[in-house]
């Protein structure tokens, strides 16, 4: 993974839109992040992690905390971060932004809301992979890392590592436990023995719940417990019995009381029906006057509709005879009107004489404003001339001037093509011969460092080859020492040691019988044969593996020579030239640089000569456009000429009139004013005249309908009254009663029907219902029903009786076999629980450190960490101290500290270890910086994740003297020329000498930061 480029806004100190474009170092591997403290160089990294997990490198700090307190609430805190994984690029974003809302209930509150996206870049452009809460989680599916993984190997610590090479085992272990997050095997361990402590307790609970439950039963055994809930069943079925008796006896009295209530309820219903048929009798006398109301009811219904005929007849004829009184004043008003409209027509003649003679007036106006017009019309034209011609000038001076400057111009770019062919591009075959000198001795330089990372790993192997000589030449003494040990003491014993020897049927060679009763037997401290033939064996071996290692360590003397001479050969080559090696690369960039810069100006110079040619056609262009500007500035003279000729003309016509042409215009207002005024005044007058005598017809029309209307209601207000006295007659009624005053709405008259039809029908069903009672109790008594209840009631306090001892019986039965179900489950949790305390006991008791290596879990897994990192570790630190240093780990098992981490450091030099409290300061930087990037590239292999071809180095050089700084940037160089992309977080100044590409963070004086990168090539 290399990232590419970083964007920050509104993030940390960085208020505006910044961004960290990495392609800006080219083929340089070694970059510096400097500024002064706390001017924000570390959060360039916590850009990154937020960007790809959400959270910064050290999990300290939070989107709230890193935004910018200044930032206004329109700007949203950002972060982006495009990388690449081999071939491919992606892209993540995430977003922070608040903004204040208004509650329902009044008053605000502030909004949070965050963002989260990452992309694929797929051709051509980016293409939107997931948004929201699963971006972490494909950060980590692509990187195969989680946060703190990330931020481990991507962020070197210096200062941690080298108090973690000098702390003793007990202080390792707080700083390993920091560093690999191994917390988590003491809680493990701590969660096992927890575990197996609740176990133990619930073991202890169950064994005594089932004693309580036998001490609550009253018994000694589980078999015990059943022999007492068989018994108690036995009672239970016999009372159940009883119980089914005792309730048949109760539904037979219950049966008798239901009879006799029936019976009961049959004579109450007949006392009631006489009560209502009683009741009827005396209320008959009204139901018959609503009868003879009804009656009438019905005879006022039929002559209702020819009485409200006639009343409707009556109010019409008084609404027509009020319509003609209105008529009649309407026709004497209009009358009036037209007599006045007549008298105001006879003025008409006159204001038409009027009207005619402003008419002739108003013509003469206008032919003397129309020749004044032309007269003016005829000075604007001549002055509009003069103003071209004048614009004319000036457009042709301005030509003149541009055709000057462009040949100015012309001139000058001719001269520049010149001078760029003269310094620049005349110079690219030399510098191009100066790049070629410079790559082949940078590939000389590259050889001198390869073959001398040989000699470096040469002279590792020899040394690790004459240690392996000195480990066999010990062990080879160390098995011949053993081996005549052995063989004396076996001597001291001869008589085993014949009889040992001595065969079935062979003769003995002391006493020549071949039968043996009685065989010798060892004495203590003899060894056995097959002992004595093993220590032979293992002699021998130890003398093999001796010859062995010094063959190789003669082998590894070869290939280290070798090595050396074609180290030396190659620095002979390259010293040759005269170059220094540390300069080099900076000399060949600054070379390129300029052989770059003067074939892009080769590659400008048809663009310049492009632009040249441009000016040429502009100039010959603009002289044409000048040539054109002189003919139209002699034309529009001419014209001008012509102009003043007609307005002196024009001048002579009206010499002799009197006023000018705005004194005209206002007299021909006034006059089409008066003219149109007496205009509107006759139309006025013709217009009331009309008007007057359509209203006086309309008036004499509207008199003459009121009168028919009147007369037509007269005559349908007799007939109305004819047909109300044909009916009354019809029925027999005289016309002058007042029948209206028994007339009934349908509502009511339907109402009292129904009255009365309800009273029939209840007084008959009632004497019927009357009659069927009378007819059924024919023959029977009244009941007596205390007697059954007593009855009744006696049988059900038995039966109540025998239900409370049957469910004591049942409650006590049930009690037993869940009693019983308890023990049984108790019994047998019980079980379980002795085989769980078992294995999670033992198992706590192995994590506790109760094992054959007398070790704690957490500390054997510190201990494997350490190794991994130390084994990594030593990949660089045997590069960087060129062969001579390796780290190793201690192993102690055992005792009441912690031990077992304590480092010390192989000198393949001197021969031996030694602690690494006795390396010089620069040797302690290369053994902590060769530490951290073994941690990284451990951390990375647990995580199956992929390699991280990008580290920063945070701090940690601040307290370096120079010759250490030296050495510390010779191992960086060492470092970057793997391929890795190295940045430094410093603020030491010295860096800026050493390092030319870096990225320089200063404080804003608007309170943030700003960045940017600058080379010091």
């Known amino acids: 993974m290399r990232p590419l480029k970083i964007v920050m806004q509104a993030f940390g100190p960085y208020l ?91 008053g605000t509150e502030l909004k949070i809301e965050t963002e989260a996206s990452c992309y694929h870049w797929q051709k051509g452009h980016w293409k939107l992979m997931d948004s929201g809460p699963r971006v972490s989680a494909i950060a980590k599916e692509l990187l195969g890392f989680t946060h703190d993984q990330f931020s481990q190997v991507i962020v070197l610590p210096q200062g941690e590592f080298r108090k973690l090479l000098v702390a003793s085992s007990t202080e390792k272990e707080s ?33 005594e719940e089932r004693q309580n439950l036998l001490r609550l039963e009253q ?97 019409i004829y008084q609404q027509k005879k009020s319509d003609l009184e209105a008529a009649i004043r309407s026709l004497k008003e209009a009358e009036e009107e037209y007599q006045s409209a007549g008298e105001k027509a006879k003025q008409l003649p006159s ?62 770019a001719q001269q520049f093509l010149q001078e760029q062919f003269d310094q620049i591009i005349s110079r690219i075959p030399l510098l191009t011969a100066q790049v070629q000198e410079l790559q082949t001795a940078v590939k000389e330089r590259d050889a001198v460092k390869r073959l001398e990372q040989e000699v470096i790993k040469a002279q590792y192997a020899y040394g690790m080859a004459g240690q392996e000589v000195e480990d066999a030449r010990i062990s080879s003494v160390a098995a011949d020492n053993a081996y005549l040990l052995m063989e004396k003491a076996a001597q001291a014993d001869a008589a085993y040691w014949l009889a040992s020897s001595l065969l079935p049927d062979e003769p003995c060679p002391v006493c020549g019988s071949t039968s043996h009763p009685a065989l010798a037997v060892p004495a203590g401290g ?62 060949l960039e600054r070379t390129q640089c300029q052989l770059d810069n003067a074939q892009a100006e080769e590659q400008k110079r048809p663009g310049y000569e492009k632009a040249r040619d441009k000016i040429q056609a502009k100039l010959q262009l603009r002289s044409a456009d000048l040539d054109r500007c002189r003919q139209e500035v002699s034309q529009a003279e001419q014209r001008l000429a012509a102009a003043i000729a007609a307005q002196e003309e024009l001048s002579q016509s009206l010499s002799g009139a009197k006023g000018n042409a705005s004194d005209y215009q206002k007299q021909l207002l006034a006059a089409k004013h008066l003219h149109e005024s007496l205009k509107k005044q006759i139309e006025s007058i013709q217009t009331a005249l009309q008007e007057a005598r359509v209203e006086h017809t309309k008036s004499l029309q509207a008199h003459a309908a009121a009168q028919k209307a009147l007369e037509e209601s007269i005559s349908h207000f007799e007939q109305c009254r004819r047909e109300w006295e044909t009916q009354c007659l019809s029925l ?89 179900e308890q023990l049984d489950d108790c019994i047998k949790r019980t079980a379980e629980l002795e085989q769980q305390y078992t294995r999670t006991g033992g198992l706590g008791q192995l994590l506790s450190g109760k094992n054959p290596l007398k070790t704690p879990i957490h500390q054997f897994v510190l201990g494997v960490l350490l190794d991994d990192v130390v084994r990594t570790a030593n990949l660089y630190f045997i590069r ?18 912690f031990r077992g981490l304590d480092l010390y450091v192989n000198d393949a030099h001197r021969g031996g270890t030694r602690s690494v409290k006795t390396l010089s300061g620069g040797e302690l930087f290369l053994a902590s910086l060769s530490l951290a990037f073994g941690l990284s590239d451990v951390v990375q292999s647990m995580a199956g994740g ?21 050495a510390a940037m010779r191992a960086l160089d060492d470092i970057q020329a793997s391929g890795r992309l190295v940045g430094i977080i410093s603020h030491v100044r010295e860096l800026r000498d050493r390092i030319p590409m870096r990225i320089e963070v200063s404080p804003d004086p608007h309170g943030g930061s700003s960045l940017q990168w600058k080379n010091d090539v």
């Open 351 to 412: 204001f038409q004489e009027r009207a005619e003679a402003e008419s002739g007036r108003i013509a003469l106006l206008t032919r003397s404003v129309e020749q004044c017009q032309r007269l003016e019309n005829a000075r604007q034209n001549r002055a509009s001339l003069q103003s071209q011609v004048t614009v004319l000038h000036s457009q042709q001076q301005s030509l003149a001037e541009e055709c000057s400057q462009l040949d100015a111009r012309l001139q000058k």
């Open 526 to 587: 003899v060894p056995a044969p097959q002992q004595l033939e093993a220590c032979r064996t293992a002699k021998q071996q130890a003398a093999e593996a001796f010859q062995r290692a010094e063959s190789k360590l003669q082998q590894k003397k070869i290939v280290l020579e070798n090595a050396q001479s074609q180290w030396q050969e190659a620095n002979e080559i390259f010293s040759r030239r005269g170059i220094d090696a540390r300069t080099l690369n900076a000399t």
């Open 219 to 315: 018994v000694d055994c589980f078999d015990a417990l059943k022999q007492k809930l068989l018994e108690q069943e036995t009672a239970f079925s016999e009372k159940k019995k009883q119980s089914l008796l005792l309730e048949q006896q109760l539904s037979a009295a219950q049966e008798a009381l239901r009879q006799g209530l029936a019976l009961h309820e049959q004579y109450e219903c007949l006392s009631k029906a006489k009560e209502r048929l009683s009741s009827m009798e005396s209320n008959r006398s009204s139901i018959e006057e609503m009868r003879v109301r009804l009656e009438h009811a019905r005879r006022a219904a039929s002559l209702h509709p020819y009485w409200s005929a006639c009343q409707s007849a009556q109010s």
């Open 880 to 897: 960087l101290s060129r062969g001579q240093y390796s780290l190793i780990r201690q192993d102690s098992q055992g005792g009441q500290g």
């Open 732 to 820: 027999g009624v005289a016309p002058d009663e007042k029948h209206h005053d028994f007339y009934l709405p349908k509502e009511e008259m339907e109402s009292l029907e129904q009255r009365i039809l309800q009273f029939d029908r209840s007084y008959d069903l009632t004497k019927s219902q009357t009659k069927d009672l009378e007819q059924q109790l024919d023959g029977s008594s009244p009941p007596d029903l205390d007697a059954l209840r007593t009855r009744q009631q006696e049988a059900q306090l038995q039966k109540s009786q025998s239900d409370t001892e049957l469910g004591s019986l049942q409650a006590r039965t049930a009690s037993l076999k869940r009693t019983c």
């Open 16 to 106: 505006n839109r910044c961004e960290v474009d990495f392609s800006r170092l080219g083929k340089s591997k070694l970059f510096l992040i400097a500024g002064p403290t706390g001017s924000g160089k570390t959060t360039i990294l916590d850009a990154m992690s937020f960007a790809l997990y959400g959270e910064s490198t050290g999990s300290l700090r939070k989107w709230k905390e890193m935004r910018h307190t200044a930032a206004p609430q329109s700007v949203p805190t950002l972060t982006e971060v495009e990388f690449s994984l081999g071939q491919e690029a992606y892209r993540f974003a995430r977003s922070y932004s608040q903004r204040t809302v208004k509650k329902r209930a009044g």
């Open 175 to 207: 700083i390993l436990e920091t560093l690999f997050a191994t917390g988590r095997w003491k809680q493990v361990t701590a969660a096992v023995v927890a575990a197996a402590d609740q176990l133990k307790r619930q073991l202890t609970a169950a064994s």
């Open 946 to 966: 992929v390699h991280l071809d990008a580290i920063f180095i945070d701090e940690g050089f601040g307290t370096l003297d120079m010759e250490t700084l030296e």
